[in-house]
T-cell receptor, first 111, second 114 residues
């Protein structure tokens, strides 16, 4: 599975937008970009995924670079409840791509 | 209902004990997973079941024995564990095994081996 690189940690202020970057320079054409997050003392939770086009859902937006070598998860208005570890994961659509978690980005939200 | 339930929430066991972790989903999902998560580390895939058949065993020691009695249930049988096996054990399920399929995770069982 292709690897991703994320900052270890980021800080945000409550009610401000947050942009979480992910680099995946070795992404293949069939790799889907997935984002999961894990709140303290909980199991991981799906956030969003995309292949080539930008995606929006009720939780977040996913902006994918034109060359697909990087992507950004956008939380439009951070809340204290968004403090979590955010994982950017590539899953191979050409095979039964498993979820292989990297270290993720620990997001802290200040009131 | 997008819930995956796991029991027990906490488990303390000795190295000679036999215990089982249980996982249940009622979403009609045909793929189920076990992950292990050590403190401050990301989850690591242990086993994958697809249509009630074991399809992946990520080189997990035989003291961990998975079982899928039916499409809604997944068990993890534990025997002769070591203290280093203490971790959060997460169960997940998905509709299928395509890369588009979302995995839904349970809250985990926190295991302590004495």
């Amino acid at each position: 599975d292709a690897k991703t690189t994320q900052p270890n940690s980021m800080e945000s202020n409550e009610e401000e937008p947050v942009h979480l970057p992910c680099n995946h320079s070795t992404i293949s054409g069939t790799d889907y970009i997935h984002w999961y997050r894990q709140l303290p003392s909980q199991g991981p939770e799906y956030v969003i995924h995309g292949l080539t086009s930008n995606v929006n859902n009720r939780m977040a937006s996913l902006a994918i670079a034109e060359d697909r070598k990087s992507s950004t998860l956008i939380l439009h208005r951070a809340t204290l409840r968004d403090a979590a570890v955010y994982y950017c994961i590539l899953r191979d659509g050409g095979s039964q791509g498993n979820l292989i978690f990297g270290k993720g980005t620990k997001l802290s939200v200040k009131p | 209902d997008t819930e995956v339930t796991q029991t027990p929430k906490h488990l303390v066991m000795g190295m000679t004990n036999k215990k089982s972790l249980k996982c249940e989903q009622h979403m009609g999902h045909r793929a189920m997973y076990w992950y292990k998560q050590k403190a401050k580390k990301p989850p690591e895939l242990m086993f994958v079941y697809s249509y009630e058949k074991l399809s992946i065993n990520e080189s997990v020691p035989s003291r961990f024995s998975p079982e899928c009695p039916n499409s809604s249930l997944l068990n993890l049988h534990l025997h002769a564990l070591q203290p280093e096996d203490s971790a959060l054990y997460l169960c997940a399920s998905s509709q299928g095994r395509h890369a588009r399929d979302t995995q839904y995770f349970g809250p985990g069982t926190r295991l302590t081996v004495l």
